[in-house]
């Protein structure tokens, strides 16, 4: 489809983990436009088993946090624990970016603790959404069939510097920078814009 063809290839394959489909569809659709292949899951438990049948494909998940079936929290753990299994450095874990409308101090905390390197507050901005991709799965180096290079960089800082920033610090920074953006960018992705229809 149109969003499939926007990314090449060779792109970074990022997961979409949400249970609202529209959520999902609207997300998929950013992510390709800025150069990053897709792939889609409805719940934890799903991702957990694309996950597990295909680890080196992906660059990183974007995890929703409140699922039915397995929520983000547990499937974030299991994917913790599968690593663990097969012996994936630490360095070398998928980056897992929780999406959630709570965005409260101790919430940001709880992603933190059960595995999350990192949120993003719902309703998603396009601008937001833009510098999670480029700070977390463009680190992660594949060859052209998938498997990891050996030394590959994450930006391992990212979680501690979140867990320290205060919460109107980064309100502070979030409206900044959507402010500063092309008006395309300052559109919520989870309320789809006037020119997005809505599914039946």
């Known amino acids: ?6 990314a090449g290839a060779d792109a970074p394959l990022v997961l979409i983990v949400d249970d609202f489909q529209l959520v999902r569809d609207l997300v998929r659709q950013v992510i390709a436009s800025l150069g990053f292949r897709t792939e889609i899951a409805a719940n934890g438990s799903e991702a957990l088993d694309i996950v597990r049948a295909g680890y080196d494909r992906f660059s990183m998940v974007l995890m929703d946090c409140e699922m039915p079936i397995m929520d983000g929290y547990t499937a974030t753990e299991r994917i913790r624990e599968y690593e663990a299994s097969v012996g994936v450095p630490h360095a070398l874990r998928i980056p897992v970016c929780a999406m959630t409308a709570n965005a409260m101090r101790e ?7 059960r595995g999350m390197d990192d949120f993003l507050s719902k309703p998603v901005k396009r601008v937001d959404l833009k510098s999670k991709l480029e700070s977390w799965a463009r680190k992660v180096q594949r060859t052209s069939n998938g498997e990891l290079i050996k030394g590959s960089p994450l930006r391992l800082a990212g979680s501690q510097q979140l867990s320290k920033t205060p919460r109107a610090n980064t309100k502070s920074k979030r409206r900044k920078a959507s402010l500063n953006a092309d008006p395309g960018d300052r559109r919520s992705i989870t309320g789809a814009p006037p020119t997005v229809p809505h599914g039946p």
């Open 107 to 113: 919430d940001v905390q709880k992603c933190l603790q």
């Open 1 to 6: 489809d149109a969003a499939a063809a926007a």
